[in-house]
């Protein structure tokens, strides 16, 4: 397994524009994550799915960004009518719970969204 | 509601000199707790985590942490920093989701 890949790696677009994102994470992961970071900053989490229900959506997300993983394994995330506050990197992540609690994501190396 | 905090936003330290990144949290219950390292153009990569268990977790490259429950806190260390250590560190706490801190970068004079 090649680890999680996101598509594309760079996407430069007018402001208005719709884009859309996708994630292929490991194979065997049922839960996968996205996650926006602005440079020098943490990960900001925005929403996750545990196979193709989509459990929690943060605040973050607004009604112009939506994220699907119609059969639990590759996902899309699309912003419509993208505003220069867009402008970040979307990162997504994999994990597969086992055992007690949580185990660590696993993260492809992201999308880099320009909103010009 | 669960979060993260790292103090420093830059850690210097000379190579072959041990290393600290601190990091404190706030959870309810059970913590599970993460580090993860971005080095420039890639992405997150996993450094070690505490379940449940020893209060020193080992990881990649030489990294350990130290789970302190009374203080509250999970600090990365190493014993001796290499240049190549010389990264974005970032301190986490996770359950269904995972929450990062905003990262402290760490930087290792030769």
């Known amino acids: 397994d090649t680890g999680v890949s996101q598509n594309p790696r760079h996407k430069i677009t007018k402001r208005g524009q719709n884009v859309t994102f996708r994630c292929d994470p490991i194979s065997e992961h049922n839960r996968l994550y996205w996650y926006r970071q602005t440079l020098g900053q943490g990960p900001e989490f925005l929403t996750y799915?545990?196979?193709?229900?989509?459990?929690?959506k943060s605040r973050l997300l607004s009604d112009r960004f939506s994220a699907e993983r119609p059969k639990g394994s590759f996902s899309t995330l699309e912003i419509q009518r993208t505003e220069q506050g867009d402008s970040a990197m979307y990162l997504c992540?994999?994990?597969?719970?086992?055992?007690?609690?949580?185990?660590?994501?696993?993260f492809g190396q992201g999308t880099r969204l320009t909103v010009v | 509601a669960q979060s993260v905090a790292q103090p420093e936003d830059q850690v210097n330290v000379a190579e072959g000199n041990p290393l600290t990144v601190k990091c404190t949290y706030s959870?309810?219950?059970?913590?599970?707790l993460f580090w993860y390292v971005q080095y420039p153009n890639r992405g997150l990569q996993f450094l070690l985590k505490?379940?449940?268990?020893?209060?020193l977790v080992k990881g990649s490259y030489g990294f350990e942490a130290e789970f302190n429950k009374s203080q509250t806190s999970f600090h990365l260390k190493k014993p001796s920093a290499l240049v190549s250590d010389s990264a974005l560190y970032f301190c986490a706490v996770g359950g269904f989701k995972t929450i990062f801190g905003a990262g402290t970068r760490l930087f290792v004079k030769a």
């Open positions: 505490y379940i449940t268990g020893d209060n």
């Open positions: 992540a994999s994990s597969f719970p086992k055992g007690r609690g949580t185990t660590e994501a696993f």
């Open positions: 959870v309810s219950g059970n913590p599970y």
């Open positions: 799915f545990q196979n193709e229900a989509q459990l929690e």
